[in-house]
């Protein structure tokens, strides 16, 4: 199911890129970032903005904003205004923490001590509340609700140790991951520097990539490219449509320069000592691209683990198993194939519903569901339907989906969720239901398939959850002593659980 639908959204999503070789460059660096950013809409639709410079002073930085959709909000006229520029930094948003207005777009821009830096992030703070009265105790006046123009001031901020001639960005930066444990992605742009950070719990993903010529994109020796630039995203989804490879992961804590010759580790900022990563499981089961590659792994080949892991957990006699389109698709294949039972599509999905401002009339909202969705009745009727969601949250758009099935001719309807129900709210960055409006809370859930008009409804376990995604993690770790070691620089691993079981990665404080 849709996320817009389950009351479940995405908060950011970040995107840099920076030219290699000769400056001025020929490489078009805000359109690279504009087609970066479309890559990344799903992870925010309210506004968006870029900001670039051409490195040579931070006086020079760029700037471009809007509210709406990435190709709204830049267009041929509005990305005039972002030329001539070598590198730059770009954002697309939801607002949890801050309303949604113009002034809370990112990237933020603020003049330091040594020049002005760009800032764009990608989670929530779990202690904002504490950091905002200290920096106003500090006398830094803070024009926005937003957690990201916290960041931005905090690393304005000069450290104790800073020389005020000398910017030290690392001590900056660390002092930032010092006074806050989670959550958050961050690109900030500086000169002709963009750093990519990770806060130590790896709670929000960021991975970079390789900007290569096109002819060689899909060349076998295409490891011995040029770099025409690299570019830095919150999913790797984004890559291919750029013409850049995909060439690693920032890993939980650490700090990368990325510049015109080179990226480089500045540091690994340790989390305490046994705490485990927590990047947000989530990503996997609903808010990335199924393209896109986490931990080493494709988000659409965990999403299919899942699938047969819940056929594990909870079999069903059925004569086929299908699912709502389309997020669940890689789940109710794996569910399918573990089953031996085939995949049918009795849906077919009208996707400009729900994109239109016209109100509907009350003719218009009795069809409900009707009006998203096609019935390919044919395949269906009188058979015994799985039909495979990615989760139930509120309960109230998987209903209508059942009872339209069974008046189109399905003998029996069964629900087979694959993620465990959700119980708890998020403070790291994605926008949840109240613990009230969960069903998972509610007294219809202990008959939850009476209730949803199901024949049975079983959720995938947490534990099933944990194993599907760390699986192969797990796996390519004992094989491949170059990748321990470099993931031994990160720590043990993990993964947030925190909305349905209820244990934070770390204590919370308001
Ligand atoms: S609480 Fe849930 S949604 Fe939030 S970061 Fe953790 S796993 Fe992700």
């Known amino acids: ?64 904003k809007g509210m709406g959709l990435i190709n709204h909000v830049f267009n041929a006229d509005s990305l005039k205004k972002l030329y001539v520029s070598n590198l730059g930094i770009g954002h697309t948003r939801y607002s949890t923490s801050g309303i949604s207005e113009l002034q809370n777009c990112q990237p933020f821009v603020v003049e330091t001590l040594h020049g002005k830096i760009a800032v764009a992030h990608n989670g929530e703070l779990t202690n904002a509340v504490r950091l905002r009265r200290k920096l106003m105790r500090h006398g830094v006046g803070l024009s926005t609700s937003s957690d990201s123009e916290l960041i931005t001031q905090l690393l304005a901020f000069t450290p104790p140790l800073e020389n005020d001639d000398t910017a030290d960005w690392v001590a900056r930066i660390k002092n930032l991951m010092n006074e806050t444990p989670t959550s958050y992605s961050l690109l900030i742009m500086h000169k002709d520097i963009i750093y990519a950070v990770r806060d130590p719990y790896g709670n929000r993903p ?20 040029e770099t025409e630039g690299w570019v830095v995203s919150s999913e790797s989804c984004s890559f291919l449509s750029i013409g850049a490879e995909y060439y690693r992961e920032v890993l939980p ?30 990503e996997y089961v609903y808010f990335a691209r199924p ?69 509907p009339n009350m003719r218009l909202r009795q069809l409900g569901v009707a009006k998203k969705f096609g019935v390919l009745s044919d395949n269906f009727k009188g058979k015994r339907v799985v039909i495979i969601d990615d989760s139930i949250v509120r309960g109230n758009t998987i209903s209508p989906i059942i009872k339209l099935l069974r008046e189109s001719g399905a003998k029996e309807v069964h629900i087979r969720v694959a993620s465990p129900p959700i119980r708890f709210p998020c403070y790291m960055g994605i926008n949840i239901p109240t613990k009230e409006e969960l069903i998972a809370n509610r007294p219809e859930f202990h008959d939850l398939a009476n209730y949803i008009g199901a024949d049975s409804v ?11 995604v760390q699986e192969s993690i797990k796996a390519r770790q004992e094989s491949e002593n170059s990748l321990k070691t470099q993931k031994s620089r990160a720590g043990k691993i993990g993964h947030c659980t925190a909305c349905l079981t209820g244990e934070y990665p770390v204590e919370l404080e308001w």
Not at 28 to 53: F, K
Not at 208 to 220: A, E, H, Q, T
Not at 320 to 331: G, K, R
Request: with cysteine; aromatic share 6%.
């Open 458 to 468: 079983v959720y995938l376990s947490v534990e099933g959850l944990v194993s599907s």
């Open 291 to 359: 393209d896109s590659i986490f931990e080493g792994q494709m988000v659409y080949s965990v999403r299919r683990r899942c699938g047969q892991q819940l056929a594990i957990e909870a079999p069903v006699e059925a004569d086929l198993v299908s699912t709502v389109p389309e997020s669940a698709t890689p789940a109710a294949l794996g569910y399918a194939q573990k089953c031996g039972l085939p995949y049918v599509e009795v849906l077919c999905k009208n996707r400009y519903v729900g994109r239109t401002f016209i109100q």
């Open 253 to 282: 804590g650490e700090i990368v320069k990325i510049s015109r010759y080179e990226v480089q580790t500045l540091d690994v900022v340790p989390r305490p000592e046994g705490d485990p990563s927590a990047f947000c499981i989530f």
């Open 206 to 225: 960021l991975c970079i990539g390789r900007l290569i010529p096109v002819g060689d994109m899909n060349g076998k020796g295409k490891d011995n490219s």
């Open 1 to 64: 199911m849709e996320l817009e639908e389950l009351g479940i959204r995405e908060e950011c999503g970040v995107f840099g890129c920076i030219a290699s070789g000769v400056w001025p460059t020929e490489l078009d660096v805000p359109h690279v970032i504009t087609l970066g950013l479309v890559g990344l809409q799903h992870r925010g639709q309210e506004s968006a903005g870029i900001v670039t410079s051409d490195g040579e002073s931070s006086q020079a930085f760029k700037v471009h």
